[in-house]
C-alpha cells in the first residue's frame, strides 16, 4: 500500500493548528490508514493508505482530510479555478499513442523543499496506483516561467527531437533516452511498437516532457519556482482528469492559485473542471445497511467529517463530492463514508454466543493442491481481475461465446462484464510483460462465469521462443495425473488454436477444458510477438462438492 513521509511540523502548518501527536495517532488510522514510526514520536512521520483513496496520497491530501475529520473545517473544500491566456494544442497524432491529456497552471506557490518532496512522491504514488505504472497516466511538474506557450501536444519521430532531460547535461534524442536513461529502460515498453512518441513543445519548440518517461531539464521545479504547470497523459481520460485534480488541489493547499488552461483538440475545453459530483442517498436505506438509527442531522455531520458537502430534505441526503475523490462511485461509498464519519467505534452488536471451528471447503483444498502442482511444474501463480470485455474473451481469443454477466454502467470499456474464461486474462498479463526474458510460464486458479453461474477454472500459458504441441499437452497431461484426473483428448476445432494443435480433454464423458498451441491470428490481436501455448480446466468439473474429492 502506498506510504507517504512527511514531518509533523509540516502537516500542523497544512492543517492551520497544531494537533497533538495523541490526536494524530488516534484519528489517522481511523480514516484508513496506518502510521509507522509512532514510538517517541519524532519529527519525521510515515503513514500507510489504502490503495482507494489516493487523494490522502500525500500530506497536503491528509491534512484537507483532517481538517474535516477534527472538524476544523468539515464538509466539502472549494477551489477557485481563474482563468489564463495559456493555450495547449493536443494534436491528432497522439491519438494512435497516448490520446488523453488534462493541464493546469498553479501561480503564486512558495516552493519548499517539503513541497518538492511531497510533490514527488505523490506523482510516483498516483504512477503506481491509478497510473499503472505510468501506463493509464503519467504527471509532469514544470517551472512555468522557464517556457513560453502556447504549448503543444503532439506525436514525433524519436529522431526528430532532441533535449537535455531532467538530472541531465546532454542532449539526447527520444530512441538515446529510452536506451541510456534508466527511467527510459523502465517505461520503454509503453511505447513499444510506436513509430511516434508523444512530446510537450513550448512556442520556441523547447520541450517540456516525452510523456510517460522524463521531463525536460529546462523546466525542473526548484525553491525558486513560483508558477507550475501540471500536465498529465494517458490511455483513461476519466483517470487522467482525476489525477490532474488531486494534484493541483495539493499545491493548492500549499497557498497556489488554480488556473485552468484552454485545449484545442478538435473542439475547444478548459482544464481543470474541479467540478463535484451529486448523489442524493435515503437516510433510511443508508442506517438498514449499517444498522445504525441515525437522524438525517447525525447523518449529514458524520459525512461532512469526510471531507464531502451534504443537504437533508426528509428522507434523502443530496451529497456533493469532491473531484479528488476517485473511490466514490456509488451510494454505497457514501454509506461507508458515514460509517467512517461516525465512528467505527461506535458500533455495538451482540457477542457470538456459540464458538465453531472451521476447516478449508473442497473447492480450496483441492485449488491448494493445483497451485503445488503448477509450481512444481515451473509455472508462477498470478491473479487477475474477474471483470473483462467481450472483445477480449471472444473476439480475440477466438473462443466460443457464452452467456457474460455485464456490468451495469462500466468505469471503463476494458470492464465491461464478468469473464467467460481464464485465458485472455493471462493473456493480458503476457502483453504487459513482452519485454521481459523468456520463457514465461504463468497460472491462475479462479472464478469464471458461464449463464451467471461462476465457477473454478484452472489455466496455465507459456510463452517461449518455440512451442510445441507436445510439450502443452505433456504439460497438460502432468497436471491430470497429479490430480487423479482420468482423461482422454479429441481435436478442437476452436480458432483459439493453429489448426490440428488444439484438443478438448474429457473426463468421465464430459467436456473439462482444452489446451493447444495459440494461432498467429490470436497472438496478433493481443499484441504479443512470441508463440504461445496454454490448457484450461473447468475445476467444477472433476471435484466432487460433497465429499470434497475427484469424482
Not at 391 to 397: A, H, I, L, P
Amino acid at each position: 500500500m502506498p506510504v507517504i513521509n512527511f514531518k509533523y511540523s509540516d502537516l500542523c502548518d497544512l492543517i492551520g493548528k497544531k494537533v497533538s501527536e495523541e490526536i494524530l495517532v488516534e484519528k489517522i488510522p481511523l480514516i484508513g490508514a496506518d502510521m509507522h514510526h509512532i514510538e517517541g514520536f519524532t519529527e519525521d512521520l510515515s503513514v500507510e493508505f489504502f490503495p482507494d483513496r489516493p487523494d490522502l496520497f500525500s500530506v497536503e491530501g491528509l491534512a484537507r482530510a483532517l481538517r474535516a475529520f477534527l472538524d476544523i473545517e468539515p464538509g466539502l473544500k472549494k477551489y477557485k479555478v481563474s482563468g489564463s491566456d495559456c493555450i495547449v494544442t493536443v494534436d491528432e497524432s497522439v491519438r494512435d499513442v497516448r490520446p488523453c491529456f488534462a493541464c493546469a497552471i498553479v501561480k503564486g506557490l512558495n516552493v519548499t523543499d517539503d513541497l518538492i518532496r511531497s510533490m514527488m512522491e505523490l506523482q510516483e504514488k498516483l504512477h503506481m496506483t491509478i497510473g499503472r505504472k505510468r501506463n493509464k497516466i503519467a504527471i509532469g511538474l514544470h517551472d512555468m516561467d522557464k517556457v513560453r506557450p502556447p504549448f503543444v501536444y503532439t506525436a514525433v519521430r524519436p529522431s526528430e527531437v532532441s533535449f537535455v532531460p531532467l538530472n541531465g547535461t546532454e542532449k539526447m534524442d527520444l530512441n538515446e533516452i529510452l536506451r541510456t536513461l534508466d527511467k527510459g529502460k523502465d517505461y520503454a515498453h509503453l511505447l513499444l511498437g510506436k513509430e511516434r512518441y508523444p512530446i510537450i513543445l513550448d512556442k520556441n519548440n523547447d520541450v517540456l516532457s516525452f510523456p510517460p518517461i522524463i521531463n525536460g531539464a529546462l523546466t525542473t521545479v526548484t525553491t525558486r519556482t513560483k508558477n507550475i504547470f501540471i500536465d498529465v497523459t494517458g490511455n483513461d481520460q476519466k483517470a487522467v482528469k482525476g489525477a490532474l485534480d488531486i494534484v493541483a488541489t495539493a499545491l493548492a493547499e500549499r497557498g497556489g492559485k488554480i488556473h485552468s488552461v484552454k485545449l484545442i483538440n478538435g473542439s475547444s475545453e478548459y482544464s481543470p473542471v474541479l467540478t463535484e459530483t451529486e448523489v442524493t442517498i435515503s437516510v433510511s436505506e443508508c442506517n438498514k445497511f449499517l444498522g445504525l438509527g441515525l437522524s438525517g442531522k447525525e447523518m449529514k455531520k458524520a459525512i461532512e467529517r469526510m471531507g464531502v458537502s451534504a443537504s437533508v430534505k426528509g428522507d434523502n441526503i443530496k451529497v456533493s463530492i469532491p473531484p479528488t475523490r476517485l473511490d466514490m462511485m456509488h451510494k454505497v461509498d457514501v454509506f461507508e463514508d458515514v460509517a467512517i464519519g461516525y465512528g467505527f467505534e461506535k458500533f455495538g452488536g451482540p457477542y457470538i454466543s456459540q464458538q465453531t471451528s472451521g476447516k478449508l471447503d473442497s473447492n480450496s483444498s483441492f485449488s491448494d493442491k493445483m497451485r503445488t502442482v503448477m509450481i512444481g511444474l515451473g509455472f508462477t501463480e498470478v491473479t487477475t481481475l474477474t471483470l473483462s470485455n467481450p472483445k477480449d474473451e471472444f473476439e480475440r481469443s477466438g473462443l466460443p461465446e457464452k452467456v457474460s454477466t455485464s456490468v451495469k454502467n462500466p468505469i471503463t470499456e476494458d470492464h465491461t462484464c464478468l469473464r467467460s474464461y481464464l485465458m485472455p486474462s493471462l493473456m493480458r498479463i503476457l502483453r504487459h510483460n513482452k519485454h521481459r526474458d523468456l520463457p514465461q510460464k504463468i497460472f491462475e486458479i479462479g472464478f469464471v462465469s458461464d449463464s451467471h453461474i461462476t465457477t473454478p477454472h484452472l489455466c496455465g500459458m507459456v510463452a517461449a521462443s518455440r512451442t510445441s504441441f507436445t510439450e502443452i499437452k505433456s504439460i497438460t497431461e502432468a497436471v491430470a495425473r497429479e490430480m487423479g484426473i482420468e482423461y482422454k483428448v479429441s481435436p478442437c476445432a476452436y480458432r483459439t488454436f493453429i489448426d490440428g494443435r488444439g484438443a478438448f480433454i474429457f473426463s468421465k464423458g464430459e467436456n473439462i477444458g482444452f489446451f493447444g498451441e495459440l494461432s498467429p491470428k490470436v497472438i496478433t490481436d493481443y499484441e504479443m510477438t512470441h508463440p504461445v501455448m496454454m490448457f484450461e480446466i473447468d475445476v467444477s468439473k472433476v471435484i466432487d462438492e460433497k465429499a470434497g474429492r475427484l469424482f
